[in-house]
């Protein structure tokens, strides 16, 4: 149903928003075209050292995980920066109930082990119960926008 008022956005102000857009789907493209060759390059080195045709150095092994640190941190930075407020605050809801589930669950995993009723606090699996959560509540946030 359309409205006899006039809009109150100006025809520039769409260019505008246009021109943002591309210039962010740009940066995402950059981002992973680059991100694509750094993991590549890694993968050659990791590849390399494990064939022990040379040995990776601890130099080497060092400089891949800043590399990769340097990425995931940049592209969060520019994540955040671009997008809405709706998915920054579904991000900032997910990461808090997956840190706070991995706070209690932690304290409660020493706590059982420290008594002999489960085993030593394993990272991967803490790791894991951290993203899984996280991934959770975010789909779980996600959705209920849906309804």
């Not at 591309?22 to 590549?40: Q, T």
Request: proline share 3%; glycine share 8%.
């Amino acid at each position: 149903m359309s409205s006899n008022r006039p809009s109150t956005q100006e025809p520039g102000d769409r260019n505008l928003g246009r021109a943002r857009l591309k210039v962010r789907d740009n940066i995402l493209s950059f981002m992973i075209g680059a991100g694509l060759i750094l993991g590549f390059i890694l993968g050659f080195v990791v590849a390399l050292s494990e064939d022990s045709l040379k040995p990776m150095s601890r130099e080497t092994a060092w400089l891949a995980v800043a590399v990769f640190v340097a990425l995931v941190t940049l592209g969060q930075i520019w994540f955040y920066r671009f997008v809405d407020e709706v998915e920054v605050k579904d991000n900032l809801w997910a990461n808090t109930i997956g840190l706070h589930c991995a706070l209690t669950g932690g304290v409660a995993w020493v706590f059982l082990n420290e008594f002999g009723y489960a085993p030593p606090v394993n990272g991967w699996w803490a790791l894991a119960a951290v993203i899984g959560v996280s991934a959770l509540a975010y789909i779980v946030l996600k959705i209920r926008r849906f309804f």
